[in-house]
């Protein structure tokens, strides 16, 4: 199924906040190159290696997997070369407010 739906173009097409994912990865200059990319059942796994240029520092092979149900992303688990790399980058390009705030907008 998780082919035929890459095939067919409907998973990009789909409606989810991943646009939204994407669009602040492109804030940071982000970018990727295809190593891998497979379906099999309802599963599609990407692996590629992404980097960033602006600012540049973090070049790294991840893995992505997705499962896909009813033409739609409905789970994604991202494994990253080195995870500590990716949250100090992640961290410093997108902080979050104070916890304070955080919890008081709920």
Same mark, same amino acid.
């Given at each position: 199924?998780?082919?035929?739906?890459?095939?067919?173009?409907?998973?990009?097409?789909?409606?989810?906040?991943?646009?939204?994912?994407?669009?602040?990865?492109?804030?940071?200059?982000?970018?990727?190159?295809?190593?891998?990319?497979?379906?099999?059942? /309802?599963?599609?796994? /990407?692996?590629?290696?992404?980097?960033?240029?602006?600012?540049?520092?973090? /070049?790294?092979?991840?893995?992505?997997?997705?499962?896909?149900?009813?033409?739609?992303?409905?789970?994604?688990?991202?494994?990253?070369?080195?995870?500590?790399?990716? /949250?100090?980058?992640?961290?410093?390009?997108?902080?979050?407010?104070?916890?304070?705030?955080?919890?008081?907008?709920?």
């Amino acid at each position: 199924m998780a082919s035929a739906l890459i095939a067919s173009g409907a998973v990009e097409s789909a409606a989810s906040p991943a646009p939204a994912f994407f669009q602040a990865l492109g804030r940071a200059g982000f970018r990727a190159e295809t190593i891998f990319l497979a379906a099999q059942g /309802d599963w599609v796994v /990407d692996l590629h290696r992404g980097w960033s240029t602006s600012p540049a520092g973090l /070049d790294m092979t991840w893995a992505l997997a997705f499962r896909i149900g009813d033409s739609k992303i409905v789970e994604a688990i991202n494994f990253a070369t080195d995870q500590h790399a990716a /949250d100090a980058f992640f961290w410093r390009q997108y902080p979050l407010a104070a916890l304070p705030t955080r919890l008081s907008s709920s």
